[in-house]
């Protein structure tokens, strides 16, 4: 199980990156791990053009949304697996989608499926 510490930002407005200590307890063996946030304007040139074409195509602006992920790294530079989850925010209605990231995952997918689903309202556009 696992017990986040000190959890950090409530919005985009944190534009700083936050970095958590998170701590799994599996068996009385304890694990340090090391999280950092990103800002949408942070996320690679093809993510944010996929998530801005996605949005466009259900008439939406990509705007109307504030979009962060937290990566989740090995503390001390251990090999181990990176976790990474997308959260994306609807602005006028504060509507949440959380979506895994990162390898064998596509985050746009899901945030797809629920704009056509209208999970995030209807569209202003």
Do not use: K
């Not at 534009?15 to 304890?30: K, P, Y």
């Not at 976790?83 to 509507?95: A, C, I, K, L, P």
Request: hydrophobic share 40%.
């Amino acid at each position: 199980m696992a017990r986040t510490i000190g959890h950090g930002f409530n919005s985009a407005a944190s534009a700083a990156r936050i970095v958590l200590s998170v701590i799994q307890d599996s068996s009385n063996f304890m694990m340090e791990t090391t999280m950092a946030s990103h800002l949408f304007h942070e996320f690679s040139e093809d993510e944010r053009e996929d998530a801005e074409s996605i949005a466009a195509s259900h008439g939406f602006d990509i705007v109307e949304f504030d979009i962060c992920d937290e990566d989740q790294y090995p503390a001390g530079g251990a090999v181990g697996p990176i976790w990474r989850q997308v959260t994306v925010t609807r602005r006028s209605n504060g509507e949440v989608g959380i979506y895994d990231a990162g390898n064998s995952t596509a985050w746009h997918a899901g945030f797809e499926r629920d704009l056509a689903a209208g999970e995030f309202g209807v569209s202003s556009v």
